[in-house]
C-alpha cells in the first residue's frame, strides 16, 4: 500500500529546518501542495538569524516536481497565522491539514527563568499553535480530511532545567485533546507527536543530556525518521483523535493517559490512603486508556 496526498494542502510551521522540513519534502514527494512556513528565527526565538529557509525548501520541493510556497510569518502573532491560511487558500484554493512544528528552546534552572521567558515558550508552542488552529478550522471543517497534528515534547513529562519549554508543550497537549472533543462531529482529528531528533533545538538543549545521549541523537536520529508519522496522521486513512505517539529512529510508540483501577472506599480516611497507596498507583491490565469520546450519559441502574 503507497499512501498518496493528492490535492491535499497541509501548512507547516517551523518547517525551514530539521523535522519541519522533513515533514514537508515527504508531503510533497507524496502529491501534496505545501506551505512552508518559517520565519527564520533564532533557536531561542530571540530574533532572526538573517537567512531564508523556507525560500530554500520551497525551491528543492519544486524541482523535484512537488509545489509549494514559502511563508515567513510569525506563528506568535495572530496576523502571522492568518498569513500562512490565507497564502495557502490564495495558492492552492483550499486547506486540509495543519501541522504545528514551529518550536523555540533556552535551557536555564527554575528559579532562574524569568516570567518573559515562559510567554515567549508559549506564544510559540500553545498560542502560535492555538492561533493556526483557530485559522485554519473553517476550512477544516470544510475538507474531506480536515487535520492537525501539534508538536509536543518529552519534556512536558519532566526535565532539567526545562520548566518553561516543558510547561508550554503540556499546554500544547491540553490543547490537542480538547480540539479533538471539538473535532468529533465534523471528523476533524487532532494528534500530536513528540518526536526526537539531533536538531538545531537539540543542539540547543545539549547541556541537560549526557555527551553519549547527544552522540546518539546526532548520529542515530534523523527528521527523516520523524515525519511518516506526522504524514499518517494527516492522511484520510488515520481515523484516531487526540492520540500523541513519541517517534524517534524509527521507533513509534503510543503515549497514553491511563485510569488505575485504584481503590473504593466510602470511608476513606488518610490512613487508609496511606496503607493502600500502591494500589492506587499499581498500573496493571485492568488500567483504562483515556481515549477521546463523545459524552455519555450513563445509564440509569
Known sequence: MTLEFNDRVVVITGAGRGIGRAHAELLAARGAAVVVGDLGATIDGSGVDGDDPATEVVAAITAAGGRAVACAADVATEEGANALVDIALAEFGRLDAVINNAGIVRTAPFDEVPYEEYQRHLDVHYFGALRLCRAAWPHLLKSPAGRVVNTISQAMLGN??????????????????????????????????????????????????????????????????????????????????????????????????????????????????????????????????????????????
Open 160 to 301: 532539567p532545567d526545562m520548566s518553561h519549554y516543558g510547561g508550554s508543550k503540556g499546554a500544547l497537549f491540553g490543547l490537542t485533546r480538547n480540539l479533538a472533543v471539538e473535532g468529533l462531529a465534523s471528523g476533524v482529528k487532532v494528534n500530536a507527536i513528540a518526536p526526537g531528533a539531533g536538531t538545531r533545538m537539540a543542539e540547543a538543549s545539549a547541556d541537560t543530556l549526557s555527551p553519549e545521549v547527544m552522540e546518539y541523537m546526532r548520529t542515530q536520529l534523523r527528521p527523516e525518521h520523524v515525519a511518516p508519522v506526522a504524514a499518517y496522521l494527516v492522511h484520510t486513512d488515520c481515523t484516531v483523535t487526540g492520540e500523541v505517539f513519541n517517534v524517534a529512529g524509527g521507533i513509534v510508540n503510543r503515549l497514553a493517559l491511563v485510569n488505575t483501577v485504584g481503590i473504593h472506599d466510602p470511608d476513606l480516611t488518610v490512613d487508609t490512603v496511606a496503607e493502600r497507596f500502591e494500589e492506587i498507583m499499581a498500573i496493571t491490565a485492568d488500567a483504562v486508556p483515556q481515549v477521546v469520546a463523545p459524552l455519555e450519559v450513563p445509564a440509569s441502574s
